[in-house]
């Protein structure tokens, strides 16, 4: 039981102080973008699994450990009819097994519900789209899909078709180098398949609105891809041609859309500041924190590794 505390109190904390913190780590060591989106994406699985994996511990803590076998006897034995006594409920453990179906649940209505919304989100932009946008050919051999719209406008539509859309105010306001820096950072966000990632940070953030980890990650996860998208485009164009076409399009008004990945709505100041003064060197930085990542992400399911290995050895 001491051990389900202590575990209790960690994820409350982590859950309230985790992502300032991690978001203070990754900024004083400038770890590049796929570094941070691969620490963010850890940590927030890494809270949801422990999050599950302690309400499962919880129901079997009488037996002495944190065993596989423990929760599992005491599911069956909560619910047993007794001779004589009627039926009766040993609570610890079957409040460890409500929380662990209330948490799976809980998981698999935002996922259900995320997956929906952004069907439905798509589906709308795909019909909007048949309708007034027009395939136009763009700098550099590529073409993209141009609609009519005073507001700036850059998405990718994940999918096989790989759908870049740029709004009519978009292709007036950048020069060709520019709009064509525009194209390779949308393209980066296809090739990396950032629609994915972003999905399974959302669903966790709308599972469990009221963490602050869950919160920060989804945010940090997102500029990440964005960063790693910037980084992708200034290999080709160059880092001040990147940033100049963010600044353009964040000051002619800019908009998101559901459910995809925009080149200049999220964090444009922070981006244009990473992609003008680049850290000298992002390899060490980066294997630690692939190193801490996966730590971080075995570390709950190895805690009952060890028990539960002894706990089927002492059942042979």
Same mark, same amino acid.
């Given at each position: ?157 994940? =999918?096989?078709?790989?759908? /870049? #859309?740029?709004?009519?105010? *978009? $292709? !007036?306001?950048?020069?060709?180098? %520019?709009?064509? &820096? +525009? ?102 930085? =980066?294997?630690?924190?692939? /190193? #801490?990542?996966?730590?971080? *992400? $075995? !570390?709950?399911?190895?805690?009952? %590794?060890?028990? &539960? +290995? ?7």
């Amino acid at each position: 039981m001491t051990a389900v505390a202590i575990t209790c109190a960690v994820l409350a904390l982590s859950g309230w102080a985790g992502g300032p913190a991690l978001r203070l780590l990754l900024s004083r060591s400038r770890a590049d973008p796929a570094a941070a989106a691969l620490t963010w994406g850890a940590c927030a699985l890494a809270w949801v699994s422990t999050c599950v994996i302690t309400a499962v511990a919880a129901a079997g803590w009488s037996t002495g450990g944190w065993e596989l076998v423990g929760p599992l006897r005491h599911a069956l034995s909560a619910w047993r009819l007794t001779y004589g006594q009627g039926f009766t409920v040993d609570v610890p453990p079957a409040a460890g097994l409500l929380t662990a179906v209330a948490l799976t649940g809980r998981l698999a209505w935002a996922v259900v519900s995320t997956t929906r919304g952004r069907r439905r989100a798509r589906q709308g932009l795909h019909l909007w789209l048949a309708q007034h946008g027009v395939r136009t050919a763009m700098p550099g051999g590529r073409s993209a899909v141009v609609v009519e719209d005073p507001e700036c406008l850059a998405v990718c539509l994940p =999918g096989r078709a790989g759908l /870049v #859309v740029l709004s009519s105010a *978009t $292709v !007036a306001l950048l020069p060709t180098d %520019a709009l064509a &820096a +525009v194209l390779a950072h949308e393209q980066a966000h296809q090739r990396g398949h950032h629609h994915l990632a972003t999905a399974v940070s959302g669903t966790l953030h709308r599972a469990f609105p009221g963490v602050r980890l869950l919160a920060d990650a989804d945010a940090g996860l997102k500029l990440a891809c964005e960063r790693i998208a910037d980084e992708s485009a200034a290999a080709r164009w160059g880092p001040r041609v990147v940033a100049g076409a963010l600044v353009a399009m964040a000051s002619g008004g800019s908009r998101p859309d559901a459910g995809v990945l925009g080149a200049a709505t999220h964090e444009v100041y922070a981006r244009v500041e990473a992609l003008l003064a680049p850290s000298a060197s992002h390899r060490r930085t =980066g294997a630690t924190a692939v /190193v #801490v990542a996966a730590g971080i *992400t $075995v !570390a709950p399911w190895a805690v009952l %590794a060890v028990p &539960a +290995v002894r706990a089927a050895i002492d059942l042979l």
